[in-house]
């Protein structure tokens, strides 16, 4: 089975400051999907990467997925408090029943201190 | 627009008791998919409906675990004789077709339920 790995599990940076977060996966990656989620909230969708060596951009959030295809990181430059939350990794995998699914790592807790 | 909706927002229930999560999706979504976060852990898929196709279980972790879906709209999932182990947050997803792994159809999220057995 297919397993996420994210790193670190949790980080504090002060606002105004970047950080990174990994997700490196045992298989080769067919899409990678960044999740974030706050405490009371469902998960809210921030982007798809497909493509080795793929970029993607979303206001101060930049994803990329390795050439290899085996590891993501998103980067978030100039962290403010809105950026607080779990970001989570999820990978297609193969279910039991022969349906796509999706397999998430164990998340990365990020707080943002004013 | 509403988004998904989960109900209630917190259970606390005793050993053995059977409990009752329900979920509305997006109005329109032809699939729902039911997940569990426990602490510490990553979201594991539980359970996939689409359309009036055969549900997909194959991630329920056993028989004490079931869900029904009416139609394209309201989902519960039942957990019977519930066990310390079974206390998670639920999270239910809703999106407008299947999930083909290459081509992705945005799974929008309710905003779970706390489950917890003592």
């Known amino acids: 089975s297919q397993e996420l790995e994210q790193s670190p599990q949790s980080l504090i940076v002060q606002e105004g400051k970047n950080l990174t977060i990994n997700c490196t996966s045992s298989?080769?990656?067919?899409?990678l999907y960044w999740y974030k989620q706050k405490y009371g909230e469902g998960l809210i969708f921030l982007m798809m990467?497909?493509?080795?060596?793929e970029e993607k951009s979303h206001e101060k959030i930049t994803a990329k997925l390795d050439e290899k295809k085996q590891q993501s990181s998103l980067h978030i430059t100039a962290s403010q408090p809105s950026h607080a939350g779990i970001y989570l990794c999820?990978?297609?995998?193969?279910?039991?029943?022969?349906?796509?699914?999706?397999?998430f790592g164990k998340g990365t807790k990020l707080s943002v201190i004013p | 627009g509403a988004g998904v909706s989960q109900s209630p927002s917190n259970k606390v229930t005793e050993k053995g008791k059977d409990v009752e999560l329900r979920c509305d999706p997006i109005?329109?979504?032809?699939?729902l998919y039911w997940y569990r976060q426990r602490l510490g852990q990553g979201l594991e898929f539980l359970i996939y409906?689409?359309?009036?196709?055969?549900?997909?279980k194959s991630g329920l972790p056993s028989d004490r675990f079931s869900a029904e879906r009416t139609g394209e709209s309201v989902s519960t999932l039942t957990i019977q004789r519930t066990q310390q182990e079974d206390s998670a947050v639920y999270l239910c997803?809703?999106?407008?077709?299947?999930?083909?792994?290459?081509?992705?159809?945005?799974?929008?999220f309710g905003p779970g339920t706390r489950l917890t057995v003592l």
């Open positions: 997803a809703s999106s407008t077709g299947p999930f083909r792994g290459i081509s992705y159809n945005e799974q929008f």
């Open positions: 298989k080769t990656l067919y899409g």
């Open positions: 990467l497909q493509k080795g060596g």
């Open positions: 999820g990978a297609a995998i193969l279910s039991g029943a022969g349906s796509y699914q999706l397999t």
């Open positions: 109005s329109g979504h032809t699939a």
């Open positions: 409906f689409q359309g009036n196709s055969a549900p997909d």
